[in-house]
């Protein structure tokens, strides 16, 4: 039965990828549940392992065995479809992919990334690998114009087209996180504490696309930024502090904070936008969010007030619900930003789409 679940699962995932539309956000395994409640879920109280990747203060209502998770991958795209996305991320990867990005996607600014993570739990400490990383296509006008209407004709070229190919990507090897009960026991608030420290590496590169390059199908040219080579690399070390409140005598409700990069990595790089003005990008800035949750017997709602200091741009507000029929999990959710989301979990299969992208549950990459 396993087996039939995962081919079933991988079947509508792979389904949902080529339809997808020009703006879609497609998960599976992972934050799965959290994306398909809208992003929401930093107070849920439950003992399942989804919840300690939002807050790390929920590790601390898990047993104490050990436990290997499996593994979750996020695909999103905006301004392309996934299918595309896809084909570019993984399908056949060149020396000359920024040239063919530029042809293929010179109609919009679009960017597309993945995200992965997998981990093992040893009770109230796990270790988790987990890595996110997006590109960014920024045709200039000519480009937009002869994308739009030669019909990948390169006689039509005029010479002005011009494609910025910006990417950046954070991963962790690895993650840990601990977590413990510090309120007294036989306290009628029952209080957990978390913290994550991340050892991660931080990736910036920015290439050039020109009219000759699409002609002939060449290699893009490293921005001046990169200094002859192909990245920017820089290795930090990051902590999150988050908190988990749960009143005995208020039956259902809990509330939480959650503190992100409270220790900074400084991922800041030195960079040109479009235009060749200089630019510094800062991928992992302090950022801070509140949630509050209501939990019933078959019925979960979150509401969370997402980087209310807007570190990465405007606070989202975010609302999640989630409805167990058996076995079978609903999701259903809203983000100020992002719009509508939905997906469902069954057993190990948990699957999250969204209209737009990307959604990410805690901010993870400003970029």
Do not use: C
């Not at 398909?36 to 300690?52: F, H, K, P, Q, Y």
């Not at 039956?251 to 510094?280: V, Y």
């Amino acid at each position: 039965m396993t087996r039939r679940f995962s081919a079933a699962g991988w079947a509508l995932i792979g389904t949902l990828v080529v339809i997808s539309p020009s703006r879609a956000d497609i998960s599976f395994g992972g934050n799965a549940r959290a994306l398909a409640m809208g992003g929401a879920g930093l107070a849920i109280v439950d003992r399942g392992e989804r919840s300690s990747r939002l807050n790390p203060a929920s590790l601390a209502l898990l047993n104490r065995r050990m436990k290997v998770g499996y593994p979750g991958v996020g695909l999103r795209a905006s301004g392309i479809p996934l299918s595309a996305a896809y084909d570019h991320l993984f399908g056949n990867p060149s020396g000359q992919d920024a040239s063919s990005l530029a042809r293929d996607f010179g109609t919009r600014d679009s960017n597309f990334g993945v995200g992965l993570n997998w981990g093992v739990r040893f009770g109230h400490l796990d270790a988790t690998a987990t890595g996110v990383a997006t590109v960014r296509v920024q045709p200039n006008a000519a480009l937009n114009t002869w994308a739009r209407n030669a019909n990948g004709d390169v006689t039509l070229l005029t010479g002005a087209e011009r494609a910025d190919m910006l990417g950046a990507g954070i991963y962790s090897l690895p993650n840990i996180t601990v977590a413990e009960r510090i309120s007294p026991p036989g306290s009628p608030t029952r209080i957990q504490a978390g913290a994550r420290i991340k050892l991660q590496r931080g990736i910036y590169s920015h290439y050039i696309v020109n009219s000759s390059n699409i002609a002939n199908n060449t290699p893009a040219t490293p921005a001046p930024e990169l200094g002859g080579g192909t990245t920017l690399q820089k290795d930090g070390i990051g902590l999150d502090l988050g908190f988990l409140v749960h009143p005995r005598d208020i039956d259902g409700w809990s509330g939480a904070l959650l503190a992100t990069n409270i220790l900074g990595p400084e991922f800041r790089f030195d960079g040109t936008d479009r235009n060749g003005t200089p630019t510094q990008y800062l991928l992992q800035p302090r950022s801070y969010s509140l949630g509050t949750a209501w939990q019933g017997k078959r019925i979960i709602v979150a509401v969370d007030a997402v980087d209310i200091n807007e570190a990465y741009g405007a606070m989202q507000g975010r609302l999640g619900v989630e409805y167990k029929i058996g076995p079978i999990a609903l999701w259903g959710g809203y983000a100020t930003n992002r719009g509508l989301t939905a997906g469902f979990g069954w057993g190990f299969l948990e699957f999250a789409f969204g209209a737009k992208a990307p959604l990410e549950v805690t901010h993870t990459l400003r970029f």
